[in-house]
């Protein structure tokens, strides 16, 4: 250890390390701009505007009775107020900051000799899916409370501010729920370990939850999202509902195999509490591409643990410890190095598929300029762009309504717009019907490129492997043609048809 003296300037490199990658997040996080920023910036600036919150959809014209619940009223608001400043760049930063102190808590779960090259890869396997998104928020605060429950001096001390977390949580991100539920069992592994019940601890829990129901829609925010948590339609239609094996990530590989050895290798010594965690989020990992982070923060946490009890372990053996700190650097070089190289690559890719802009941002241009009065029927991925750049338009279907239905909704108005826009795009349902329930005269719709053709058929038969149907946009067409619309605009990804 004192040999390789790489740990005298421990904060040194880790702030070096979080500097480097809070640079990299930002640049990501202004290039990709996640498709919900929109109506995110758009619900922040009616509250702004208006004082109040909508109890009602805003934005769509197929379910504007809609009652509309937003879990994450209060982040909308904070983005509506500093977007103004800073734009994308001043809250891509802040969101960076967010990702990168949800890891930096849990080096009071790890050992030092291990935290550096575990937080490298922990951030770069949480590249593919950060953005200005809230559900990080969510990271945040689900780091926290894991640390309270692995570490027994900070439970100590927080314990009892808890409801007060519980209660800006659930004003800022639906994710709350999942905090509740893991927060209620690691408080009863707790007393099973201790062999005891305890009445403050079981208070305290009640509080927690008693605190989520301060919010502006009561009870009923719980019940919206455990509609969409059980909603099994997301699982097979969103791409970040999606299984994790369905997508590569060379640093989240690494921590599920390595994480899951050291688990069995020393799964007689780790805490009770640690390992049903481990287990639980190791599944709820596997399950949907969006449970990532979640992992992440447990896997971090038991290969630190492992390396422990294996470093200790390697002490029976004559320079066995020197001989495995060297090979560690070794390979998390190599292992940091390659992480970089695929985190670079993907970006590049990234670019190279999006050409110059993933959404329709000179299509939006010219409608603008060539208003129409009828409605306007676009894609499920550019809803939220358009709710941002063209709001004097309502739009079909956005990212807030995949679990939305209404029973008995008004004459002119869809049950399930989600499912209605699936089906459409799928030639269940004609083109003429919808444009006449909903007085469409203007379908803004994306081109497929050639370049991409190979990618999309191994994309189809992936999915076709998993009965995950996929569009047919070719009849689609077909349909709006057949109907004497005309192209009236038409770039590199983009077609209007009027």
Same mark, same amino acid.
């Given at each position: 250890?004192?040999?390789?003296?790489?740990?005298?300037?421990?904060?040194?490199?880790?702030?070096?390390?979080?500097?480097?990658?809070?640079?990299?997040?930002?640049?990501?996080?202004?290039?990709?701009?996640?498709?919900?920023?929109?109506?995110?910036?758009?619900?922040?600036?009616?509250?702004?505007?208006?004082?109040?919150?909508?109890?009602?959809?805003?934005?769509?014209?197929?379910?504007?009775?809609?009652?509309?619940?937003?879990?994450?009223?209060?982040?909308?608001?904070?983005?509506?107020?500093?977007?103004?400043?800073?734009?994308?760049?001043?809250?891509?930063?802040?969101?960076?900051?967010?990702?990168?102190?949800?890891?930096?808590?849990?080096?009071?779960?790890?050992?030092?000799?291990?935290?550096?090259?575990?937080?490298?890869?922990?951030?770069?396997?949480?590249?593919?899916?950060?953005?200005?998104?809230?559900?990080?928020?969510?990271?945040?605060?689900?780091?926290?409370?894991?640390?309270?429950?692995?570490?027994?001096?900070?439970?100590?001390?927080?314990?009892?501010?808890?409801?007060?977390?519980?209660?800006?949580?659930?004003?800022?991100?639906?994710?709350?729920?999942?905090?509740?539920?893991?927060?209620?069992?690691?408080?009863?592994?707790?007393?099973?370990?201790?062999?005891?019940? !305890?009445?403050?601890?079981?208070? $305290? =829990? +009640? #509080?927690?939850? @008693?605190?989520?129901? %301060?919010?502006?829609?009561?009870?009923?925010?719980?019940?919206?999202?455990?509609?969409?948590?059980?909603?099994?339609?997301?699982?097979?239609?969103?791409?970040?509902?999606?299984?994790?094996?369905?997508?590569?990530?060379?640093?989240?590989?690494?921590?599920?195999?390595?994480?899951?050895?050291?688990?069995?290798?020393?799964?007689?010594?780790?805490?009770?509490?640690?390992?049903?965690?481990?287990?639980?989020?190791?599944?709820?990992?596997?399950?949907?591409?969006?449970?990532?982070?979640?992992?992440?923060?447990?896997?971090?946490?038991?290969?630190?643990?492992?390396?422990?009890?294996?470093?200790?372990?390697?002490?029976?053996?004559?320079?066995?410890?020197?001989?495995?700190?060297?090979? !560690?650097?070794?390979?998390?070089? $190599? =292992? +940091? #190095?390659?992480? @970089?190289?695929?985190? %670079?690559?993907?970006?590049?890719?990234?670019?190279?598929?999006?050409?110059?802009?993933?959404?329709?941002?000179?299509?939006?241009?010219?409608?603008?300029?060539?208003?129409?009065?009828?409605?306007?029927?676009?894609?499920?991925?550019?809803?939220?762009?358009?709710?941002?750049?063209?709001?004097?338009?309502?739009?079909?279907?956005?990212?807030?309504?995949?679990?939305?239905?209404?029973?008995?909704?008004?004459?002119?108005?869809?049950?399930?717009?989600?499912?209605?826009?699936?089906?459409?795009?799928?030639?269940?349902?004609?083109?003429?019907?919808?444009?006449?329930?909903?007085?469409?005269?203007?379908?803004?719709?994306?081109?497929?490129?050639?370049?991409?053709?190979?990618?999309?058929?191994?994309?189809?038969?992936?999915?076709?492997?998993?009965?995950?149907?996929?569009?047919?946009?070719?009849?689609?067409?077909?349909?709006?043609?057949?109907?004497?619309?005309?192209?009236?605009?038409?770039?590199?990804?983009?077609?209007?048809?009027?």
């Amino acid at each position: 250890m004192k040999s390789l003296g790489l740990f005298k300037n421990f904060r040194f490199i880790l702030f070096l390390s979080s500097f480097l990658i809070f640079l990299w997040l930002i640049i990501i996080g202004v290039v990709s701009i996640d498709p919900d920023f929109g109506w995110h910036l758009k619900f922040g600036e009616i509250i702004q505007s208006t004082q109040s919150i909508p109890k009602l959809d805003p934005f769509s014209y197929t379910m504007p009775s809609y009652n509309f619940i937003n879990h994450e009223w209060l982040t909308d608001l904070l983005i509506a107020l500093f977007y103004p400043i800073g734009k994308e760049l001043l809250l891509s930063a802040a969101f960076a900051l967010i990702t990168i102190f949800a890891l930096v808590i849990q080096a009071k779960n790890v050992s030092k000799k291990w935290f550096i090259v575990l937080f490298i890869l922990g951030l770069f396997a949480m590249n593919p899916i950060f953005g200005i998104r809230p559900q990080l928020i969510s990271f945040l605060f689900f780091s926290v409370i894991l640390t309270v429950l692995l570490n027994d001096a900070i439970y100590k001390k927080i314990f009892y501010f808890l409801p007060l977390l519980f209660l800006l949580w659930a004003n800022l991100h639906g994710g709350f729920v999942m905090g509740i539920v893991f927060f209620g069992i690691g408080v009863i592994l707790k007393m099973i370990k201790e062999k005891g019940f !305890y009445v403050k601890d079981a208070i $305290v =829990f +009640i #509080f927690c939850i @008693v605190f989520t129901l %301060i919010n502006p829609y009561g009870i009923n925010l719980w019940k919206e999202i455990i509609i969409s948590a059980t909603d099994t339609n997301l699982r097979w239609s969103i791409a970040e509902w999606f299984p994790t094996f369905l997508f590569f990530n060379f640093p989240l590989i690494i921590l599920w195999v390595i994480s899951f050895v050291l688990f069995i290798k020393y799964f007689k010594k780790l805490d009770l509490i640690l390992k049903i965690l481990y287990l639980m989020l190791f599944l709820w990992g596997l399950s949907s591409n969006r449970n990532i982070p979640f992992f992440i923060l447990i896997s971090i946490i038991i290969i630190s643990k492992g390396f422990d009890f294996l470093y200790a372990d390697l002490g029976k053996y004559k320079f066995g410890r020197q001989r495995f700190l060297k090979l !560690y650097f070794a390979i998390g070089t $190599v =292992f +940091i #190095f390659l992480t @970089v190289l695929s985190a %670079i690559f993907s970006f590049i890719n990234l670019r190279l598929y999006q050409k110059v802009d993933p959404y329709p941002t000179n299509a939006v241009a010219f409608l603008k300029e060539n208003s129409s009065s009828g409605q306007l029927f676009s894609t499920y991925n550019w809803g939220g762009f358009l709710i941002w750049k063209l709001p004097e338009k309502k739009v079909f279907v956005d990212g807030r309504m995949p679990s939305w239905k209404m029973k008995s909704p008004p004459k002119g108005q869809s049950e399930n717009a989600f499912l209605e826009w699936n089906k459409i795009q799928d030639s269940k349902i004609s083109v003429k019907t919808v444009i006449k329930k909903y007085k469409i005269d203007t379908f803004l719709l994306p081109l497929t490129r050639e370049k991409n053709e190979k990618l999309a058929k191994i994309n189809n038969f992936a999915l076709s492997l998993l009965r995950i149907k996929q569009s047919g946009p070719k009849e689609f067409i077909r349909q709006i043609e057949d109907l004497g619309m005309k192209e009236v605009y038409k770039d590199s990804t983009v077609v209007i048809y009027r």
